[in-house]
């Protein structure tokens, strides 16, 4: 029976003993023990009570054993839901609650805190570890290596990713077989990956770059990945030899730069340096191209997406913008008002169609008429200009998105948490420049009549609910927010005058 992100990503490669996972130990798991791990896995599922069409959430470090997970929901037809491992426990009991998810996997050294927050939600709970221990590895050990892989269609849905709003609660992002496999095999024809290639794999993979970009990619293409759990700067340093390309954040290329050993010597083996998820500012690509001869590969996309544009792998990178449309994938240029398209040069909202566009978001389907038009186009809120030959610049956004370290924060939910405080009349949270992060999120704050802002005292109480990529980096304090005639708060302005804040 067919199921078409499975069959292509992952059953193809079954009893191949190919290098897949390489760990910065330099023990490999090959292709075919990573497909037995799996099914393991998803005899796991199918024994904890998942069916198909079900949600598992996971709050997991990153491990063979979690993308292995992934695999396993695609073939157990389980859709999975991954979680970044910086979000509170107050944080997680919205996904597990809204997406109904009846399973969650978290480390087991997070469990007493997790289980109590998501006491109200039904959902069991497992264990995982990086090393592979806990509860659920240990049912998985006790299961047959291999799996009767479940029928899906191209429409079906195989996961779910959180995407935050300007305005109220997170929204799931509902990601279809199709989505994923489309868009994976549109980027191994343009980056021209193959069974040759070796990826330093640095990213998250609770995150779309690191699992549905990067992973799909290279399970697509046969080859194997350098699975680091993190971007350490040594580390990549080490091991970059082994490996001939790499899909990256800006942070990852500003740290590199800082450090004198990153030179032609050490990237003779890479044929291919990819950035995303934040604007890389266009002295880091000149600098980068003078030290090691090599052009960044810059490219945009978002979690609804996936990807949507890419410099080419032949002909110019051209610095400053995110380069042509996909092929297969249509995008427009439109006026933000009355949707009207808009000539090439001029500046508009951002709107796209195509096989790699989400389904819809979970349960909110209000919000999927505001932003998925009946015709297929996804309003993206990006603003953008097209050159004539084609060429998007990302000239800002229509929402007040900030993206710090390759992470999106939305500033309403930082608002909200400051707007609590005491002594706190208002607030207003932006993104500055940062020479490290893309953006840091600021807080302006404006205290009551008569009260002195111990921000300090603020930081500790934002920390208690918020990941630590969404908390402000500085807080200022104000007399007042200013204001257009209107009464809106003008941010642009705020922007501008703390934008040398971090410089």
Known sequence: MANPLYDALFGIHAGKDTPFLISPEGETLTHGAFVSMAAQFAHALRAGGLDVGDRLAVQLEKSPQMLAIYAACTQAGVIFLPLNTAYTGAEVSY??????????????????????????????????????AGRFAAMADAQPDRFDTVSRAPDDLAAFLYTSGTTGRSKGAMMTHENLLSNARTLVTEWRFSAEDVLMHALPIFHTHGLFVASNVMLLAGGSMLFLPKFDLETVLKLMPQATAMMGVPTFYTRLLDDARFDRASTKHMRLFISGSAPLLAEIHKQFEARTGLRILERYGMTETNMITTNPYEGERRAGTVGPVLRGVELKITDPETGAEMPDGEIGSIEVRGPNVFKGYWKMPEK?????????????????????????????????????????????????????????LESAVIGVPHPDFGEAVVAVLVPEAGT???????????????????????YVVMDALPRNTMGKVQKNLLREAHADLFA
């Open 95 to 132: 996904f597990v609650e809204n997406s109904g998810a009846k399973l969650f996997l978290c480390d087991p050294a997070r469990e007493t805190e997790l289980a109590g927050a998501l006491a109200h939600t039904g959902a069991r709970i497992e264990t995982l570890d990086a090393q592979g």
């Open 368 to 424: 999927t008429a505001e932003e998925l038009r009946a015709d297929g186009f996804f309003i993206t809120g990006d603003l953008g200009v097209r050159s004539a030959d084609g060429y998007v610049t990302l000239v800002g956004r229509g929402k007040d998105l900030i993206i710090t370290g390759g992470f999106n924060v939305y500033p309403k939910e930082i608002e909200s948490v400051l707007d609590d405080q005491t002594g706190v």
């Open 452 to 474: 002195s802002l111990d921000t300090s005292r603020i930081a500790t109480a934002a920390a208690e609910v918020l990941a630590k990529f969404k908390q402000p980096k500085s």
